[in-house]
């Protein structure tokens, strides 16, 4: 499973990444704690990003498409990883387009989740207090006055990527004002919806009774030809419509964006399921 987790500073990516990556055993790739291990560990990159960080901007595009391109090459992202925090810019979802490509490997969604301003500071005052109590530095980023500049760069640079996802019909967003337990459960709900995770309640049935229509298809066609007729056309089209149709329905879910449409994918997948066993 390949993921992205978009949303302004608090929304929730780095929560929900923890819990999925251990759910699906995944890797989670964040190119803020990357940057901030570099500021750390005081190296080139991050003695160029330190200062950028602190104001709340954004670190050059080059430098974090290096980053993310030097990480995808590296043997445990076999499984699958989330992006959380990149791309960020139009650039980035360019170059993460291309890196993909020359790898050989496809993006299943970009997930937003989309959380009221209001609740943002709050959250980040939370994290600071539980970042206190566990006796860790605090982020020099987690100020009032940091995070509205950080929500600036995000609604100028980083929230034209909606556009840029939907229309490539990968964006499902997912309503972040809900519990923590909540919105994991969503996501979960929609990467199944959407075939990137399986499940009991909605991949096997649909499976096994994929295989009871395309099965006697293919047996009749195979008969048909050993008797030297043509196959029946009925029988040839039932096996393809069964399987081509599926991706379409929910695929199709995955375009536009708002919770609604999230739901869609969910009920898309039943339908199908549903006339699938009825088939
Ligand atoms: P980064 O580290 O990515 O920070 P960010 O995007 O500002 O996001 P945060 O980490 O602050 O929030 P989050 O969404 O992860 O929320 P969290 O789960 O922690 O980037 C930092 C900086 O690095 C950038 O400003 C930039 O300078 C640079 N950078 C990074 N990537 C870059 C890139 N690609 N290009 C250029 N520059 C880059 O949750 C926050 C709190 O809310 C927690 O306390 C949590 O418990 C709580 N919470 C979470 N979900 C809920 C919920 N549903 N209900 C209630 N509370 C919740
Ligand atoms: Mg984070």
Redesign the pocket.
């Known amino acids: 499973m390949r993921l992205i987790l978009l ?1 302004p ?7 929900q990444a923890q819990r999925l990556i251990h759910k699906h055993n995944i890797v989670q790739l ?4 990357m ?1 901030r291990a570099a500021v750390a560990a005081q190296t080139p990159v991050g003695l160029r990003a330190k200062d ?2 602190a104001s ?4 050059p595009d080059e430098i ?1 498409i290096g980053i993310i391109s030097d990480r995808l090459d590296q043997p445990d992202m076999k499984n699958g990883f989330i992006l ?6 139009v650039p ?1 979802a360019e170059a993460l387009d291309d890196l993909l490509r020359k790898k050989h490997m496809r993006l299943d969604a970009v997930i937003e989740l989309r959380v009221n301003e209001s609740a943002l500071l709050s ?2 005052e ?2 600071v207090a ?1 970042m206190r109590a566990r006796g860790e530095e605090v982020r020099i ?1 987690d100020t009032p006055e940091v995070l509205s500049k ?1 929500l600036a ?1 995000y609604r100028s640079l980083t929230e034209p990527l909606i556009h840029y996802y939907s229309e490539r019909r990968k964006l499902l967003t997912v309503d ?1 004002m ?3 337990e909540h ?1 994991t459960r969503e996501i979960n709900r929609i990467l199944a919806a959407i075939g990137a995770v399986e499940t009991r309640t909605t991949r096997k049935p649909a499976r096994m009774a994929a295989r009871k229509t395309v099965r006697p298809a293919r047996k009749a066609a195979k008969v048909a030809k050993k008797a030297g007729k043509k196959p029946a056309k009925t029988a040839r089209k039932a096996g393809k419509a069964t399987s081509g149709r599926t991706r379409k329905t929910v695929r199709g879910s995955a375009k536009g964006s708002g919770k609604g449409l999230a739901r869609q994918g969910g009920k898309a997948a039943k339908k199908v399921t549903k006339k699938r066993a009825k088939a």
């Not at 500073?9 to 929560?15: L, S």
């Not at 964040?30 to 704690?33: A, I, L, P, Q, V």
């Open positions: 949303g500073p608090g929304a929730g990516k780095g929560t964040s190119t803020g704690e940057l950028i960080m709340g901007g954004l670190v974090v959380d925090g990149f791309p960020r810019t980035q959250r980040v939370t994290r539980e980023d950080r760069s972040g809900m519990t923590i919105v």
